[in-house]
């Protein structure tokens, strides 16, 4: 048995979007620490992309923006088994179609939606999940190393209100349970779906500089804490956001970059 005790447990699997995705390489880890992963997907045509990076896992459709995808998903999950160890909601979307806007011009159904997304999806998902949950299941959400971030967009502070809904979810369940809600604020990752955010490149590449090791955070550092969060191995962590960004947020102030800036 391995360090993690992740053996036979079973856990959902929100957002794999493809091989660079934080769920992608968290259901990869927790597979080849012998835990067994259900998925979960927005539409039909995500399935097949789930079914070539992990063949024959159960694969269910639920449309977060849907209370009746939402009030159906533990019905499907009971398909497959009859409880949940864990679940992992790595879920966001944020309209930047336009282009990037100074934040008082947020349009309010834009808003609304990536609000619903990427935030009340969780409580959500762990309303209709409770009853599968076993007693001492984990919850983890994925989150950003800095919700001040301006560079975030309006989606800065809806994952702020995500971390809030961590604490929130965290006490509400310790009412008849042991259930943990946790969040990883990761730093910047090179994922397709951040690439979707107006100048995230500038972004990652002054992330990496900040970094104490000077060398970008690897997606694979936080699926590896997505998979202690998980286990019983971090039962001591709960209602909180686990920061998770080579030290970036501690090195705001790296003498080389400021000298860089200064010769610029």
């Known amino acids: 048995m391995s360090f993690l005790a992740l053996e036979d447990k079973t856990f959902l699997i929100s957002g794999v979007a493809n091989k660079k995705s934080v769920a992608y390489f968290s259901a990869k880890t927790l597979i080849e620490e012998g835990a067994k992963c259900l998925f979960s997907v927005q539409n039909e ?31 499907e999950v009971n398909k497959h088994t009859d409880h949940l160890d864990g679940l992992l909601h790595s879920l966001a979307f944020a309209n930047f179609s336009e282009g990037p806007k100074p934040f008082h011009q947020t349009n309010r159904s834009d808003y609304l939606q990536a609000a619903q997304i990427s935030s009340f999806s969780l409580t959500e998902m762990c309303r209709v999940l409770n009853p599968l949950f076993t007693s001492n299941a984990s919850v983890v959400t994925i989150s950003i190393s800095s919700t ?12 702020a209100m995500l971390e809030a809904s961590v604490a929130f979810l965290a006490k509400s369940f310790s009412e008849d ?29 002054f992330a990496e500089a900040l970094t104490l090791r000077k060398a970008a955070l690897e997606t694979q550092e936080v699926a590896n804490t997505v998979a202690f969060l998980l286990s019983n191995r971090s039962s001591g962590i709960n209602a909180s956001t686990i920061i998770v960004d080579a030290g970036m947020s501690s090195n705001y102030f790296d003498q080389t970059v400021v000298k860089r800036f200064n010769r610029d």
């Open 45 to 75: 045509s995500q399935i097949p992309q789930i079914q070539k990076l992990f063949p024959n896992a159960p694969v269910i459709i639920c449309d977060v923006e849907k209370i009746e995808d939402l009030d159906r998903l533990p019905h």
């Open 148 to 159: 001040r971030a301006t560079s975030y967009g309006y989606l800065g502070p809806i994952k």
């Open 177 to 205: 349970s042991k259930i943990r809600v946790n969040a990883i604020g990761a730093g910047p990752l090179k994922t397709s779906a951040s690439a979707g955010i107006p100048d995230y490149i500038d972004n990652y590449l």
